[in-house]
């Protein structure tokens, strides 16, 4: 059928991708009062699980917008998904566990003073309709079954003419909008139309992710829970090592098998193929249970991150998977994506509303560009230490008998038995920096014009310990907000700091001393209208430091503040008050928000 170009449609905002980056980028415009379409080639949301643990950092951008109960209401939580564990089969002998995503006992502590928010299992399926509900209830259309075509420049405008193709109708429209965002994956159209420039390192691996129902709760005893379990059968695994992942405790799961490039195994392989049948009843350890194979997915192993996440002169940004491609090591895939968003959507609704200058996007990429870079670094590197625990368990040795025999050697009183112990040691306590990674999302740190570090003295805090692990709470500008539960005086609700921050608006945390600070938000909000909130911490002031820990993380004095973003990380602070304060608070704000150029 031909395809003619029948409708042209004005837009502000577009956005190419509904899955967590595009879904969650739209929600977060949507609360600041933005709305626009978003396109997908896709039929529907996610109709698989893909990602699926959410970290607290994500979760706490859900919170920000009401979702966080949503959230945990169609997630997995608690020990039933928190930790990694290495066995013969999901009944046979186990080899080894890593305690994860907050249930190792180091970890509950720094969770708990790092975050309101706990650790979720939340498949994509689930946390795609969340978002997608939220943010066209509040003014997104979302079309799905919708191809972008090509994206042409608009000569004199920074605006962008889009050709999109119905799926269903099969004809194509365009649309002229001032922003296009491209949160399409990792075959992001967006990304090859504009031939933006990735950093690559080739790797040469390839995986299947088998997805499956059967019901094995009667196999998993509280002492086998577990989100991942890696079956370790040298005799017929022999070069991969399938990874059961939980998906709903206990009928859904999904087989990942990875291997190299020139494996093809499951090349020719059709959810009929009565082989992966026999594959997943080998791993689970239990001939008697009934399988029902639902979906091969097959994926690459990828290492890449865009050079810029933004293209130089027009209105075009990526975000999510089309910026950063990796392996799931690490869990932090999905969260990234978010995360992306969260910090893109408030800049974006600052400068179309005219209460910031065009340079404040231009601090989107310099601050998640590098973000996005280091987790595609560790994750990979994590893999390998995925793979350094297979070795050290005979999974790629030369020959199945070989494979037997090293790990046969775990439990042999020798020399070589003991060497192989130490090295699946070693190996595990390598694999449980990622079940323990909170410092690798709670470190992350900004420097770019949207943050102010003129009246920085010293520079940031050095971390004490390993930055993926440990985490470092600061009120440094460019750090998160420290996270403290406070409660009104007479005490009705104990909420977090990070309660108070957020939700589309800049906040002036100050103590005794600092209602000056108050006053001086007061008029640069009445005279801009740039929204900003003040709350004083303490005793007699709006809210109380319940546990104390606001005093321990503000490192201000009484009289002084901390201004945070709308995405909660420090812009600013004082650390005492200064005569002419609210000329000092106009210029950092016209310096964060880049006011300097807007038009006058």
């Not at 995503?101 to 502590?109: A, D, L, T």
């Not at 400068?351 to 404040?360: F, H, I, N, P, S």
């Not at 002031?541 to 201000?556: A, H, P, Q």
């Not at 901390?562 to 310096?591: G, Y």
């Amino acid at each position: 059928m031909s395809s003619l170009v029948e409708e042209h449609v004005n837009v502000d905002f577009l956005v190419v991708g509904a899955g967590p980056a595009g879904a969650s980028l739209a929600a977060f415009m949507a609360q600041n009062g933005l709305k626009g379409i978003v396109i997908a080639r896709a039929p529907g949301t996610a109709d698989t699980p893909r990602a699926h643990v959410f970290n607290p950092f994500a979760l706490e951008t859900l919170r920000d917008i009401g979702l966080e109960e949503d959230a945990i209401g169609h997630a997995t939580h608690g020990e039933m998904f928190q930790s990694f564990r290495w066995a013969r089969s999901m009944v046979g002998e186990e080899y080894g566990k890593v305690q994860a995503w907050g249930s190792h006992p180091e970890s509950m502590g720094n969770l708990a003073k790092a975050t309101p928010c706990q650790y979720l299992d939340l498949p994509q399926s689930y946390l795609e309709p969340i978002l997608v509900r939220y943010a066209s209830s509040k003014g997104f259309q979302f079309r799905f079954s919708t191809q972008l075509v090509s994206i042409e420049e608009i000569p004199g405008s920074s605006d962008s003419l889009c050709t999109l193709r119905d799926l269903l109708a099969q004809r194509e429209f365009q649309v002229r909008a001032k922003y296009v965002f491209g949160a399409d994956g990792s075959r992001s159209k967006v990304a090859q139309i504009l031939g933006l420039k990735y950093l690559v390192e080739p790797r040469e691996g390839v995986a299947c992710n088998i997805i499956f129902k059967a019901d094995i709760g009667h196999l998993i005893p509280k002492e086998r829970y577990a989100g991942l379990h890696s079956i370790i059968q040298p005799d017929h695994f022999l070069g991969t090592a399938p990874l059961m992942r939980l998906i709903r405790p206990w009928n859904q799961w999904i087989l990942v098998c990875t291997s190299t490039a020139e494996d093809g195994r499951f090349k020719d392989m059709t959810p009929q193929s009565p082989e992966l049948v026999k594959l997943v009843k080998q791993a689970i350890g239990d001939d008697s249970v009934e399988v029902e194979i639902q979906r091969l997915d097959p994926w690459t192993v990828n290492e890449s991150v865009a050079e810029k996440y933004a293209v130089e002169g027009r209105q075009i940004y990526i975000l999510g998977d089309a910026a950063h491609r990796h392996p799931p090591a690490h869990a932090n895939g999905s969260n990234t994506c978010v995360q992306d968003a969260y910090n893109l959507a408030w800049k974006v609704a600052y400068v179309a509303k005219g209460l910031a200058g065009q340079r404040l996007l231009d601090s989107y990429s310099i601050e998640r560009q590098p973000e996005g870079a280091n987790l595609v670094r560790e994750a990979n590197q994590q893999l390998f230490a995925h793979i350094e625990v297979w070795k050290a368990l005979g999974q790629f040795a030369p020959t199945p008998e070989e494979g037997v025999r090293q790990l046969a050697e775990l439990s042999e009183p020798t020399l070589a038995g003991e060497k192989r112990r130490k090295e699946l040691h070693e190996a595990l306590e390598e694999k449980r920096r990622e079940g323990e990674n909170l410092g690798l999302s709670m470190n992350q740190w900004y420097t770019s014009s949207a943050v102010y570090l003129d009246d920085e003295q010293d520079p940031r805090p050095s971390l004490k310990g390993d930055a993926i692990v440990d985490i470092l709470i600061s009120t440094y500008p460019g750090t998160r907000l420290p996270h403290a539960w406070v409660d009104v005086p007479q005490r009705r609700k104990l909420i977090s700091t990070h309660d108070l921050a957020g939700h589309g608006a800049f906040t002036l945390f100050i103590g005794h001393r600092g209602e000056a600070w108050r006053t001086a938000a007061a008029n640069i909000t009445k005279a801009t209208g740039i929204p900003i909130k003040t709350y004083g911490i303490g005793h007699g002031l709006d809210y109380i430091d319940v546990y104390r820990d606001w005093y321990k993380s503000r490192e201000v004095e009484e009289d002084g503040c901390v201004l945070v973003r709308p995405d909660r990380f420090v812009a600013w602070r004082s650390k005492t008050m200064i005569s002419e304060c609210e000329a000092k608070l106009e210029r950092v704000f016209n310096s964060i928000l880049s006011r300097d150029g807007l038009q006058q």
